[in-house]
């Protein structure tokens, strides 16, 4: 596992247990992918997955661009598309990654919260 996603992950954890003690309604499930160079892939990838609402973040650690996250907001069933976004693994933090998971998972308002 290289450095960066074992950075990743500890951030992913604390964002996590965050989204739990606040947002009840989001119960999101972290997943790492770090053995994709056995398949030629030189990168590290993790999910993160809201179950009840089907949406999904991925987030991509390219070996060849080291300071950069790729990440990009679509559903599980979605494959994803070339149009990534991309934040500057310097910038990143836990609490990057709790906005990002309690605002895309959150739930829609409803007619009377509005």
């Known amino acids: 596992m290289t450095e960066q996603l074992k950075i990743l992950c500890h ?7 965050r989204v739990q003690l606040n947002h009840a309604d989001i119960e999101p499930i972290v997943g790492v ?6 398949a ?3 990168a ?3 999910t993160i997955d809201c179950c009840k609402n089907r949406e999904r973040i991925i987030l991509i650690l ?4 080291p300071d ?14 070339a149009d990534f976004q991309q934040l500057a693994f310097g910038d990143s933090s836990s609490g990057t990654l709790y906005e ?4 895309y998972f959150a739930p ?3 007619v009377k919260d509005i």
Not at 11 to 17: D, F, G, I, N, V
């Open 11 to 17: 951030l992913a954890t604390e964002a996590h247990e």
């Open 108 to 110: 829609p308002a409803s």
């Open 40 to 42: 030629g892939l030189p």
């Open 62 to 65: 390219n070996d060849d661009q």
């Open 100 to 103: 990002r998971m309690s605002h």
């Open 68 to 81: 950069l996250i790729n990440y990009q907001f679509l559903y599980k069933e979605q494959d994803p598309d």
């Open 33 to 38: 992918h770090h053995k994709m160079r056995d």
């Open 44 to 46: 590290d990838l993790m």
